[in-house]
């Protein structure tokens, strides 16, 4: 079974710049999710699409980061404009529905703002 | 106060040693939990469900006490490859959504 995809697996820019970031569930998961590590610290929701419809977006800032799931399978997540504190790796999760505690990451994108 | 409390660690152990872990928790509505493990530079990944009645699998063990609110997990015979940072897991208000400490770094030597 292919596990979650996700693209590119590194990302410089400069603060100010846009940057998006592309994930590719593992087939027949219904739960996406987003999720921004800083260094140092666990995993931080972003947001979560069950299917193409938003669940939870409530830690998203939503004046620069937005993200789409348009046809219910790959998801994109933007920046825009990025900051220094953006730094992380971002990373994209999918579970089947009712089994939210399992969730399958996939490698991360590591974003660097300079 | 943070949702869930882990000592960042690093717990520098010999192989073959027993090492435990404690996580606290804030939420006393918080109804599942786990330990994720994630390898340096690596996505994390389930390792393994805790339950009230504390659970095994091999060489680990989790529990869980309500009451005090902390959830543990027991590493026994360490091997080099249980190196990594072992990830605290609660589930929030809502079911479905996971709430992650910051991780308890294990290094194992030969």
């Given at each position: 079974e292919a596990g979650v995809a996700q693209s590119p697996r590194y990302k410089i820019i400069e603060k100010r710049q846009s940057v998006a970031f592309w994930c590719n569930p593992i087939s027949g998961h219904a739960t996406l999710y987003w999720y921004q590590q800083i260094l140092g610290q666990g995993p931080k929701l972003l947001i979560q699409f069950q299917n193409n419809g938003v669940v939870d977006d409530s830690?998203?800032?939503?004046?620069?980061?937005?993200?789409?799931?348009?046809?219910?399978?790959?998801?994109?997540?933007?920046?825009?404009?990025?900051?220094?504190?953006?730094?992380?790796?971002?990373?994209?999760a999918s579970s089947h529905p009712g089994q939210s505690y399992e969730q399958y990451f996939g490698p991360g994108t590591r974003l660097t703002v300079t | 106060r943070k949702e869930v409390e882990q000592d960042p660690g690093p717990f520098n152990v010999p192989e073959g040693a027993t090492v435990a872990f404690n996580c606290t928790y804030s939420n006393s509505a918080s109804q599942s939990f786990f330990w994720y493990r994630q390898d340096c530079r690596k996505e994390p990944k389930l390792l393994m469900s805790v339950y009230s009645s504390g659970n095994e699998d091999g060489r680990f063990t989790a529990q869980l006490n309500r009451a005090s609110q902390y959830i543990s997990l027991l590493i026994r015979d360490s091997k080099l490859s249980d190196s990594a940072t072992y990830l605290c897991v609660l589930s929030g208000d809502s079911s479905y959504k996971l709430i992650f400490g910051s991780g308890t770094r294990l290094l194992v030597r030969p």
């Amino acid at each position: 079974e292919a596990g979650v995809a996700q693209s590119p697996r590194y990302k410089i820019i400069e603060k100010r710049q846009s940057v998006a970031f592309w994930c590719n569930p593992i087939s027949g998961h219904a739960t996406l999710y987003w999720y921004q590590q800083i260094l140092g610290q666990g995993p931080k929701l972003l947001i979560q699409f069950q299917n193409n419809g938003v669940v939870d977006d409530s830690q998203l800032p939503k004046d620069r980061f937005s993200a789409e799931r348009l046809k219910g399978v790959d998801s994109t997540l933007k920046i825009q404009p990025a900051k220094l504190e953006d730094s992380a790796v971002y990373l994209c999760a999918s579970s089947h529905p009712g089994q939210s505690y399992e969730q399958y990451f996939g490698p991360g994108t590591r974003l660097t703002v300079t | 106060r943070k949702e869930v409390e882990q000592d960042p660690g690093p717990f520098n152990v010999p192989e073959g040693a027993t090492v435990a872990f404690n996580c606290t928790y804030s939420n006393s509505a918080s109804q599942s939990f786990f330990w994720y493990r994630q390898d340096c530079r690596k996505e994390p990944k389930l390792l393994m469900s805790v339950y009230s009645s504390g659970n095994e699998d091999g060489r680990f063990t989790a529990q869980l006490n309500r009451a005090s609110q902390y959830i543990s997990l027991l590493i026994r015979d360490s091997k080099l490859s249980d190196s990594a940072t072992y990830l605290c897991v609660l589930s929030g208000d809502s079911s479905y959504k996971l709430i992650f400490g910051s991780g308890t770094r294990l290094l194992v030597r030969p």
